[in-house]
């Protein structure tokens, strides 16, 4: 693991950048030397080009497009001469913008497998080498871990999150079918995603059945970053709205009134397992899509989730899927301890 800022653009970060992502090409994504990759990354963040460089040492037969240089229209000619099962790899220090194309599922549904690293200029100096730390892939962790949370998750009749300081957030409902981000993609449809990866996520089945309190000591702000308060936040919710807070700051605030403009009320929804180890309190990212690995809780406020529908909420009113990330003591799922001292246990 990397630990001084000093080596973000050494040759050791270099190849242990490579060592990274060789491992996710063969372990996760299962890339072999005969299908086809193309990587379409620009230049205009130190991160965008370390991942670069490292990329082109892992695939050296693969085309290489600057997008900025070639352009969109060179862009999705490249992507046309992808046959299914060949590999895109897009290095994004912001977002590439196709108009009137969404990158990741267009390439998905012509069966290409996908690798996208996007935001990495929002990740500068040591928040780089997290980063790199975070794409080391352990086959046996994130698999073991990962399925053996989904089948505790699937079969529970309910759950807490402990927060500490005698605040409880009681699921006290089963759960949806839990999704797995973990680099194992036997039986799904699409092959890859964003990295890095490391997640569990779920919801309760009747979201009125969640209630208690829960400590958040990390939200998603105003400009999709990462928010950190002075102390933690407290959020107290009833029949699964958040219904008060204390000791909030004025850009939470900002958070929930915008949800609260759009919406009427503030629902609370995922309850996301993180599962990466190179992510914690300490160790943290401004890019709030890559922080959501965090090893620990993170939940959603706002109506909006893409993957599960509920009666009681109409998918063309929800806006707002605001992740926020709970100071964890202890998760139970049913009476038994799955998460404790920042491991999981199962």
């Known amino acids: 693991m990397i630990t001084?800022?000093?080596?973000?653009?050494?040759?050791?970060?270099?190849?242990?950048?490579?060592?990274?992502?060789?491992?996710?090409?063969?372990l996760a994504i299962a890339h072999a030397p005969a299908q086809s990759a193309l990587v379409v990354y620009d230049r205009q963040c130190p991160l965008a080009d370390l991942l670069t460089a490292a990329y082109r040492r892992c695939l050296p037969d693969?085309?290489?497009?600057?997008?900025?240089?070639?352009?969109?229209?060179?862009?999705?000619?490249?992507?046309?001469g992808l046959q299914a099962d060949d590999l895109a790899v897009l290095v994004q220090s912001t977002n590439f913008?196709?108009?009137?194309?969404?990158?990741?599922?267009?390439?998905?549904?012509?069966?290409?497998?996908?690798?996208?690293?996007?935001?990495l200029s929002r990740m500068p100096g040591a928040e780089s080498l997290y980063?790199?730390?975070?794409?080391?892939?352990?086959?046996?962790?994130?698999r073991g871990i990962g399925h053996a949370l989904k089948a505790r998750i699937d079969s529970a009749r309910g759950g807490v999150v402990d927060s500490g300081e005698g605040n409880r957030l009681v699921f006290g409902s089963a759960f949806e079918p839990a999704k797995l981000n973990i680099g194992d993609y036997s039986g799904m449809k699409n092959v890859g995603g964003q990295f890095p990866i490391g997640e569990v996520f779920t919801e309760a089945q009747n979201l009125e059945?969640?209630?208690?309190?829960v400590r958040i000591a990390v939200f998603g702000d105003t400009a999709f970053r990462v928010n950190r308060?002075?102390?933690?936040?407290?959020?107290?919710?009833?029949?699964g709205r958040l219904v008060e807070t204390i000791d909030s700051t004025p850009e939470f605030d900002r958070v929930l009134a915008n949800i609260r403009a759009d919406e009427g009320e503030v629902w609370l929804r995922e309850l996301g397992f993180g599962m990466n180890r190179a992510f914690t309190r300490e160790r943290m990212v401004s890019d709030i899509g890559t922080y959501e690995r965090m090893?620990?809780?993170?939940?959603?406020?706002?109506?909006?989730?893409?993957?599960?529908?509920?009666?009681?909420?109409?998918?063309?009113?929800?806006?707002?899927h605001i992740d926020v990330f709970a100071v964890t003591e202890s998760v139970l799922l049913d009476d038994a301890v799955v998460y404790r001292d920042g491991a999981w246990l199962v």
Do not use: M, W
């Open 97 to 119: 913008r196709l108009e009137a194309y969404r990158i990741r599922v267009e390439l998905f549904k012509r069966g290409l497998k996908v690798i996208e690293h996007p935001h």
């Open 4 to 26: 001084s800022p000093d080596a973000a653009f050494s040759a050791a970060t270099l190849d242990l950048a490579q060592r990274h992502l060789q491992d996710i090409l063969s």
């Open 131 to 142: 980063y790199i730390d975070a794409l080391a892939y352990d086959p046996a962790y994130f």
């Open 229 to 239: 308060p002075p102390r933690p936040i407290t959020l107290a919710v009833e029949r």
């Open 209 to 213: 059945a969640v209630n208690g309190s």
């Open 62 to 80: 693969a085309a290489f497009i600057d997008f900025e240089r070639a352009g969109p229209e060179a862009v999705l000619a490249a992507f046309a």
């Open 295 to 320: 090893c620990g809780i993170h939940l959603s406020l706002g109506a909006k989730h893409g993957v599960y529908s509920k009666p009681e909420i109409r998918r063309a009113a929800a806006r707002y």
